[in-house]
Every structure is written in C-alpha cells, then in structure tokens.
C-alpha cells in the first residue's frame, strides 16, 4: 500500500499495474500535436488525450474510505439509477458562456473492485468535437450523472459546446444528481462555505496536497499551455480534477450513509430527516427526527419537528411534550436554535395546542402572555415582524380572555 502526500492517493498493486499500462504511445495514426510535460496517458484520438487513476474500493480516503456509490440504493429515492457516471470540468473561464469552453474533463465510475477516474485532456480548441466525441463515449447510455453545481455550469457548458460544434448529446436526458444542493441542505449554516473544498476538510476530513491549484488559477495555466505547449504546468489542474472527482464519489457515498441514519452528529440527522421529508418520505423523516431526539442531548429542533409531526398525527400529549422540552431548552433571554427556532415560535404552538386541542384557554393564555413578555425584551430580533407578532399575540390574547369569561359565566349559570 502507498499514499502518496496528505492527499492518501491509494494503490495497491493490482492498481500500480494498471495505471503502468496507461503509459501506452500514441495509437497509430492519432495526432499528437507536439505536446510535452503530459503525465502517463495515451492520445486516444487526435488531439485528444487520457489519463486514468484507479482507487480501490474500500481503501482510504479522508477520514473515511472509498464507497462503492452504485451499492447506494437510498440515492435511487433522490433519482438515481443505472450506473453513477462522477463528472467534473475545467475550463478557460468560471462565468460561462460562449466563450468559455472545457479542455478538461474528468469522468469517475467503478470498474470492478476499483473505481475509476479518466480524465480527458483537450490538446487544442481545434479538436474539441473530436474531445467532445471521447467525452461523450465514455458515459454509459443508462447512466445517472453526478456533479457539484453541474445544474448551473457543467453540463450547460457542455450542451453549448455541443450545440457549437453541431453535436446532441446523448446524455442530455440523463437524470442527473447535482450534490451543491444536498450539501446545502445538511451543511449550510453549519460551514463556512458549502464550496466542494469546504466539504472535504470538514466533512470527508481531507486535505489536499501541495500540487493542488487553485481553480482561478486553471484558465491562465491552461491559456499559457496554448502557448507554450508544454504541459508540465497543468501537473496540478490534473491534479486537481482528479480529487474532484475522487471526492465527489466520497461524497455521494457519504449523503448516501448520512440519509440512511448513519451520521456523524444529531445535526445530520436532523438535517437528513428534512430532506425526507421534502422527498414525501414522513416515515423515514420521523425515524432520523427521533434518533436526533435520543438522550441523552436531545436535538431541540429535531424535538421542534418531531412535535409538528405528533400534532399533525394527533398525538397532541406528545406534541405538547415535546414543546414543553424545547421551551425549557430555549430559556434564557432571546436565545435561538441552530435553525433559529425561539421561544416565541414555542409559545406560539404551544398556546394553539392548549386552546384548540386541549379546550384550555386559561394554560392559552399563560402561553401569550409569556409570548407578550418575550417580545418586550427580544422583540427587536425580528426586525419588521415585530409589528405582526405584537399584533397576533394581542388578537389571541383578546380572544382567550373572551373565551375565560364565556366560561365563568356559563359556569355560574350553572351553578345558579
């Protein structure tokens, strides 16, 4: 087994053997273009070369290892299907565009016990329908595409070069997996960035090697290579593409665990169950709710959920409960949840509970006069809400003071 730097690139020798092959001249009568510096690859067509890294399944990678994403059977409820084809692009240019094209393409599947990354270097733009064709052929016709931010930029890039060089693309009705969304939905908030690099360090825990580069730097190293034809420079950006990919299978593999309740923190269950719950899944969600609500630190949010869902169901003992948790969690002058949940939004519930579920407008009314105090001390949080809120706690209020006096009466009547 080596690794190489911090990066933990594996291989064993099954894998070595494999990647020495790679190193095959030129197919005969495919131009070159007297290209130097290029790393172990082959010219697969004119003015097109490919590199090829193995990973074998199961070995390290991050904090973690490397997943077998097509054995992911909980990514088929988010669109998966067929075979996971991992793509990433460089390109001239970061906004897109006519005149933004790619000159490198790197494209991950599993290829038996490893998975696979090829990489698809453009030579020159005159040979880029000739790039496109290789690029193109090496997605399976029943794939499921998988990208970071590829919804907006990938595969828009490369439908418009395909539509320049008079190309249809036979993958453009691929369902398609674009990961930026799912890990804004388990990590925005809760990092800095939800960039593909802010995940690896602190969600895969890796960390790139030295040879990395940056992504604004990929456009002038590749205009300099135009120039020079020297290759060496792009060591890096090959570099670069490869980690993508490598960790956009670890990625997919890990959303895919996390979903299935393996997380690494009551957060992620928490954040998991909501993505059921968007899907239509309510059963799956309440499972990753309730797992977030263990002891002996319960997730008060995930409580906040879980008590939502007991109303909605009827339950309203455990409704209550559960709020009651929450609000007790909450005390402390203006003090919110990770998601923002206040006592105001508790009280709130909680008052609907006691005077539409309960029949008890007296604990009601404790719940909106509580409420009222809460927003003389915190009311400015809410910025121009406030002004809504004064307004529904006095209407509630007015109507529950109602409601007590309609039932003193008619109990004195009674006992009259």
Known sequence: MVFMGKFDRYFDDDAHEERERLGAPARRGVLTGGVSGLPPGEWVGDGVYLMEALYRLGSPYGAGTMGNPDEMETMRHLGASGTSVFLDLET????????????????????????????????????????????????????????????????????????????????????????????RRLYRGYLESCSLGSVERNVLRLERGSRDIPGALIPALYTRYLQSRDASELGGVFYHNELDIASLASLYCHIAR?????????????????????????????????????????????????????????????????????????????????????????????????????????????????????????????????AAWIKSMEHRGKRLIKKIRAERASEELRHD
């Open 92 to 183: 001239t240019g970061l906004s897109g565009g006519t005149g933004t094209y790619a000159f490198l393409c790197g494209i991950g599947t599993v290829r038996g016990d490893f998975f696979k990354v090829s990489q698809f270097f453009l030579e020159s733009p005159a040979c880029e329908a000739r790039w496109l064709d290789a690029v193109d052929s090496s997605i399976p016709p029943h794939a499921c595409l998988v990208t970071y931010n590829g919804r907006t930029f990938d595969l828009p890039l490369l439908r418009t070069r395909h539509i320049m060089t008079r190309k249809t693309p036979h993958w453009r009705d691929l369902p398609h997996i674009d990961l930026l969304h799912l890990s």
């Open 258 to 386: 996390v979903l299935d309740g393996a997380a690494g923190d009551r957060g992620e269950l928490l954040r998991a169950g909501d993505i059921w719950h968007r899907l239509g899944h309510g059963d799956r969600a309440a499972l990753l709710w309730n797992m977030a609500c263990l002891p002996p630190e319960p997730h008060v949010d995930a409580m906040f959920r879980r008590a939502r869902r007991s109303k909605k169901n009827n339950d309203f003992a455990s409704a209550r409960d559960d709020l009651l948790y929450v609000l007790r969690g909450l005390r402390g002058g203006g003090r919110r949840s990770a998601d923002g949940i206040s006592e105001l939004d508790v009280l709130e519930e909680l008052a609907k509970l006691e005077e539409h579920r309960f029949k008890s407008p007296e604990r009601a009314l404790e719940h909106v006069e509580a409420a009222a105090a809460w927003l003389r001390s915190n009311g400015f949080m809410l910025g121009r809400e406030r």
